[in-house]
């Protein structure tokens, strides 16, 4: 059975950070790139960072770029987002996607595998 289970969700101040996790298993994790999407109340799923299957490329919102990094650690079956200078407009939930083969996506479309995501909520 498939799972991607995100944690590392939470209430931070603006300014802050945080550092999102997704626990990946039933499916070979390293041979599939990964991404982060979020979706804030009221407003369409956007996306946010990828990687591709080695970890070796990444690409990013211009929104989060040079505040956000996303990584991955195959041995460990997990992805990470780690989120710093949180802004409010940053609160959203937050959600991994998996996507078989080697290169990333950013559009939601190309991802076969979803996780049920967790909050992240920024205050100002």
């Known amino acids: 059975q498939v799972q991607l289970v995100e944690s590392g969700g939470g209430l931070v101040q603006a300014g802050g950070s945080l550092r999102l996790s997704c626990a990946a298993s039933?499916?070979?994790?390293?041979?599939?790139?990964m991404g982060w999407f979020r979706q804030a109340l009221g407003k369409e799923r956007e996306f946010v960072a990828t990687?591709?299957?080695?970890?070796?490329?990444?690409y990013y919102a211009d929104s989060v770029k040079g505040r956000f990094t996303i990584s991955r650690d195959n041995a460990k079956n997990t992805t990470y987002l780690q989120m710093n200078s949180l802004k409010p407009e940053d609160t959203a939930i937050y959600y991994c996607?998996?996507?078989?083969?080697?290169?990333?996506?950013?559009?939601?479309?190309?991802?076969?595998?979803w996780g049920q995501g967790t909050q992240v909520t920024v205050s100002s």
């Open positions: 990687t591709n299957r080695s970890g070796g490329s990444t």
């Open positions: 039933g499916f070979t994790f390293s041979i599939y790139a």
């Open positions: 996607a998996a996507r078989r083969g080697t290169n990333y996506a950013y559009r939601d479309h190309e991802y076969n595998y």
